[in-house]
T-cell receptor
Framework: ETGVTQTPRHLVMGMTNKKSLKCEQH?????MYWYKQSAKKPLELMFV???????ENNSVPSRFSPECPNSSHLFLHLHTLQPEDSALYLC?????????????FGPGTRLTVT | RKEVEQDPGPFNVPEGATVAFNCTYS??????FFWYRQDCRKEPKLLMS???SGNEDGRFTAQLNRASQYISLLIRDSKLSDSATYLC????????????FGDGTTLTVKP
């Protein structure tokens, strides 16, 4: 399935690096999400965008900076990360930012911070 | 108390068995309910939505009990390929698109 794509699939970065994760959805959806999933932990919602406006920001450290240039693309800019930020970062989209709609996930970027 | 709680698992069942998972939620304003499956090191994939009247998709049956605030997933005639972690997702009407995920229940189907 190619509804939601993410690049890169794997990323190893040092604590002083700057990198960006990219997400693209081909479903014509209006809402996009970033989640973090650490080992043996449930998904944690990080950010939500609806029609390119940020509508959720769940107390995420400023070293994570999202960007949504249009309704099909979502970025997560990373800088000065910590080893505990190593996790699977999942992008998702839904038709609308509404309780009625299910989310579709991309394959994720597995991030390792050294 | 967590907003969404799932059976801790793991569930280890033989092929062909019937297995059921429950998921309880604490917010009575919860509106939408879903089951996802997540394979090891992969993304969650939507398995099925849960409707008030209950719904069935092949070997899978989902039910909602609003009075007791839980949803269930029943898998009949388990296959080896059903081995995965099953995530319960709940959305609250007053919080738009925010989804609350359960911790997941791990199922292993053995030959």
């Amino acid at each position: 399935e190619t509804g939601v794509t993410q690049t890169p699939r794997h990323l190893v970065m040092g604590m002083t690096n700057k990198k960006s994760l990219k997400c693209e959805q081909h479903l014509g959806h209006n809402a996009m999400y970033w989640y973090k999933q650490s080992a043996k932990k449930p998904l944690e919602l990080m950010f939500v965008y609806s029609l390119e406006e940020r509508v959720e920001n769940n107390s995420v450290p400023s070293r994570f900076s999202p960007e949504c240039p249009n309704s099909s693309h979502l970025f997560l800019h990373l800088h000065t990360l910590q080893p505990e930020d190593s996790a699977l970062y999942l992008c998702a989209s839904s038709q609308e930012y509404s309780a009625s709609y299910e989310q579709y996930f991309g394959p994720g970027t597995r991030l390792t911070v050294t | 108390r967590k907003e969404v709680e799932q059976d801790p698992g793991p569930f280890n069942v033989p092929e062909g068995a019937t297995v059921a998972f429950n998921c309880t939620y604490s917010n009575s304003a919860s509106q939408s309910f879903f089951w996802y499956r997540q394979d090891c090191r992969k993304e969650p994939k939507l398995l099925m939505s849960v409707y008030s009247s209950g719904n069935e998709d092949g070997r899978f049956t989902a039910q909602l009990n609003r009075a007791s605030q839980y949803i269930s997933l029943l898998i009949r005639d388990s296959k080896l390929s059903d081995s995965a972690t099953y995530l319960c997702v709940v959305k609250v009407q007053t919080n738009a698109g925010k989804s609350t995920f359960g911790d997941g229940t791990t199922l292993t189907v053995k030959p």
